[in-house]
């Protein structure tokens, strides 16, 4: 159960507070995280947004902080505290938009589902700004490529870690996306999803090509010793390109996947009807998802997307929100939503900041 607590504060502060029951099991210690999380009682979680000066005259920063039962925790120790798969009429744009976009929606699905994923996504960007910072430095005033020896090894680590976690992730989602898509499409179409990675994933002599990004690879057969060495091998190979751009130019930052419905990339050939279907019918698998990796069932939250979609589309999605455990929509207008589905919700009315219950 989770309710979400409205407090007024004086700007420039915002307080968001939600209370989060959770009857199923307990918080388990991840490394140095000792949660003290009783079962039978609710745990508040807050975050705050904070507007301060800059330290420039007249402007100003926003900072945020997050709290756990009023002590102070870093984003990425509450992975998996509170799973939610979120649906928002932005990511109707995920399946065109850059690569960058594509791997935060699998970014945020995975750090829910495996906290050594999220601390390892941290490491990985860590390491990767060091690295950049040498071979800037490198390219400006030359010195020793040999020190570069020290962050490749632990660039590969993490990279190791993280590839072969997407690459299992993106294949169980496939696995339970084209059923669904199957169903929104009447069966009209078939969807796959597959792993385009910056090089190829395995160990190889320095005299093989490597593969562009628009290749996709099955790597759910490439061990992660394979994907390490892979890399190491790939950056000996690239060190002196790396150099004169001043950049890392392989790695999941660079990483893609792309959407194919019946065998043609939605990204390049997709109309926009075709996208929507994709990315909801991802997202809809991400729920059973995360509920088989976790053993709990995420809330859904879905903010303004059914006016995203047509009437068709708009009733399967409530159809299927008929069917979670907890589901939280906002819409604009109510009659969106059918009479069948009005009577099993909630409905409250938020007008200039204030929540009434619309007694429906």
């Known amino acids: 159960m989770i309710n979400f607590l409205t407090l007024q504060e004086t700007t420039p502060v915002t307080r968001i507070v939600a209370e989060v029951r959770r009857q199923d099991r307990t918080f388990e210690a991840v490394q140095d995280r000792p949660f003290d999380v009783a079962q039978d009682r609710p745990q508040r979680i807050e975050i705050r947004l904070i507007l301060e000066p800059a330290g420039v005259v007249g402007e100003q920063r926003l900072r945020k902080e997050v709290l756990l039962n009023g002590i102070k925790r870093r984003v990425r120790d509450l992975a998996g505290l509170f799973n ?3 649906f928002l009429p932005q990511d109707m744009y995920v399946i065109e938009g850059p690569p960058s976009e594509r791997r935060r929606t699998l970014n945020d699905a995975l750090t829910q589902a495996d906290p050594t994923y999220a601390d390892a996504l941290s490491e990985y960007g860590k390491v990767l700004s060091q690295r950049n910072a040498l071979l800037k430095q490198l390219q400006e005033r030359n010195g020793d490529p040999d020190e570069l020896s020290f962050w490749d090894e632990q660039l590969c680590e993490y990279a190791a870690t993280l590839v072969r976690a997407r690459a299992l992730a993106l294949s169980e989602l496939e696995n339970l996306a084209e059923p669904i898509h199957q169903d929104l499409t009447r ?40 994907i390490r060495s892979g890399m190491s091998t790939t950056l000996e190979r690239t060190r002196q390109e790396e150099i004169a751009r001043g ?20 990204r390049l050939y997709g109309s926009r009807g075709q996208n929507r279907t994709a990315m909801l019918s991802l997202k809809l698998a991400e729920v059973d998802w995360l509920q088989q990796r976790t053993g709990e069932i995420p809330v859904l939250l879905l903010d303004e997307v059914l006016s995203e979609l047509d009437t068709e589309r708009r009733e399967d999605l409530l159809t299927r929100v008929n069917a979670a455990q907890q589901a939280i929509l906002t819409a604009a207008d109510l009659g969106m939503f059918h009479q069948d589905f009005c009577k099993k919700a909630t409905m409250w009315k938020i007008v200039g900041g204030t929540v009434s219950d619309l007694g429906i």
Do not use: C, W
């Open 187 to 226: 069966g009209m179409e078939t969807l796959r999803l597959k792993y385009l990675p910056s090089y190829h994933p395995a160990t190889y002599s320095k005299e093989q090509i490597g593969l562009p990004m628009d290749t996709a690879v099955d790597l759910t057969s490439i061990g992660r010793d394979a």
């Open 247 to 266: 950049m890392t130019l392989i790695g999941p930052h660079r990483d893609d996947f792309s959407f194919l419905a019946n065998a043609i990339d939605l």
């Open 84 to 86: 939610a798969v979120m």
